[in-house]
């Protein structure tokens, strides 16, 4: 069955940086648009980027441009979210998404969070 598993969350103090990774399994991971979303305490889940197939078009959350980039590796059936020039807004627990056949799957989630 699909699988996706996050890692890399972590405290960090403003300013900092963290990378995330999602280990995804139980499908064609080189055939499906893979993204990274997030929910704060009290607020609604939000996209935060989204990167193709191909890896050739990827998106972002307003919020996050120029700061965060999403990237995949085939190879590892694997895809990261570098995150830079963290905010204490950006704090949230970050999930890994995956639409496979009109199905909607997440993995656990990873708690970021941005404090000093």
């Known amino acids: 069955q699909v699988q996706l598993v996050e890692s890399g969350g972590d405290l960090v103090q403003p300013g900092g940086s963290l990378r995330l990774s999602c280990a995804a399994s139980?499908?064609?991971?080189?055939?499906?648009?893979m993204s990274w979303s997030r929910q704060a305490p009290g607020m609604e889940r939000e996209l935060v980027a989204q990167?193709?197939?191909?890896?050739?078009?990827?998106k972002y959350a307003d919020s996050v441009k120029g700061r965060f980039a999403i990237s995949r590796v085939a190879a590892e059936n694997t895809v990261y979210l570098q995150m830079n020039s963290l905010k204490p807004e950006d704090t949230a627990v970050y999930f890994c998404?995956?639409?496979?056949?009109?199905?909607?799957?997440w993995g656990q989630g990873t708690q970021v969070t941005v404090s000093s």
């Open positions: 998404n995956a639409r496979v056949l009109g199905n909607d799957y």
């Open positions: 139980g499908f064609n991971f080189r055939s499906y648009t």
């Open positions: 990167i193709s197939a191909s890896g050739l078009v990827v």
